[in-house]
């Protein structure tokens, strides 16, 4: 599955080489689509979605959907485009920037993007009602708000997500700011991008979604090849130092419960919404559909020659796939189901180098939310999240694309408790699933949470993503700040989205 050639660049090349940094020329075509005068941009860049292929195994290539993008202004190095991946290229940009991308859809199909976890306005978030059809562009322009850490980026049409997200659609958005750059953490060649994601392929080497139809939708659709940067037995060779392992689980319904081969705990240093307080330590940490976690990974007690794999452990399966028998007739394999364990990608010590850097034992500055910071403390807001006949439903009610219910009513400024509870084992449900729930537009922080896989949470710094096993509950807090209008709260198992597992709120 690994090709030669593959195995002896990332071996020999080490870490530095996984990225082919790409300044791509300005164009006369993508600077003619601005036209706004009052915003002034600091980086524009230009993002489009095409049909592609990508030399995944040997033999066909591989038909993909992916992002290419270009710099038109700013940075050359603001857009770094992955080796020999489908994934779109990451956007490196710092907190108070102002950006102008422009989105031309090339797809076979309407899409738009939509920037998770970037706290934008409306307009700009990519809700589904905005999607463009074949041949056109849209131009987001937004100040960036947001703390430094790792966001990222992918379509948003509804009923589609799944699909297009499956097909390569997605990308790495990486934030600076001033309070992460005094803490010198490691940089450039030692601070990694690992994007996660399961798929499925055929023996002709192409991507199969879906293959059991509405079984695959109501499990999400799991893959039994692993890939990291769209990599399947993705290996890393790093030297004797310490790195920034920045994690994002891609998947589109795939859980992970992360840790190291050789016991040796998981440092965490960061979640969805950028730095902790202070580093945390793991024996595993578990990582639902759109989280992020990134690790501090310091190889320099290893010798050279050491062999190390991060790898995804065993937990109590929500979803029996293996009870519902192999594949048919596609890669023979059987379904590798969520809570199965597997190695998520080998690392090998490979050079001598000295560390300078050590472990900053303060990271950030968070100011905790406590329940009574809420303006509705006593009278939290319940989101019940189930499955029924077939459909993805929030208190009940389906997505409907311009819809509000009065709870789903919110006063600008107001801090707000939110509590989300996945009622599938409440409803009777055959085969309970887990629910991850985004809230668009805002990061928000956990202040209370049970369930099976707790200790693996990691819940102390800002999130926008809350994983919630069947039965479990979370009680989240936010403030409402800056931007009025319509915002989504969804399931980011993208099929259950894709099912109606998805509301409007609306700020006013
Ligand atoms: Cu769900």
Redesign the pocket.
Known sequence: MFNRRQFLYLAGAGAASLLNMNGFPFTKAAMAASKNTEFSPDVELSLRATPSEVQIFPGQPTTVWQYTGQVIKGDPNGLMHLDQSYLGPIIRVRQHQKVRIHFKNDLPATSIIHWHGLHVPASMDGHPKDVIPTGETFTYEFEVLNRAGTYWYHPHPHGRTGHQVYGGLAGLFLISDAEEEKLNLPADQLDIPLVLQDRAFNRDNQLVYLPRGMHDSMT?MLGDSICVNGRPDFKLAVSTRAYRLRILNGSNSRIYKLAWSDGTPLTVIATDGGLLEKPVEKKYAVLGPAERIELWADFSQYPVGKSLELVSKYFEPAIQGRAMGPRRGMTGAETLPNGAPFSVLKINVATKETETRSLPQKLSAIERYQRQDADNAEHPRQFS?F?RHMR?LINGRTFRMQEVADDERIRLNSTELWELANDDRRMGMMMP????VHLHGKQFQVIERRGALHSGYVDEGWKDTVLLMPGERARIVTNFTDYKGLFLYH???LE??DMG?MRNYLIT
């Open positions: 999400g999240f499955m993805g699933m887990p629910h991850p399931c980011h198992i259950h989205g597992m």
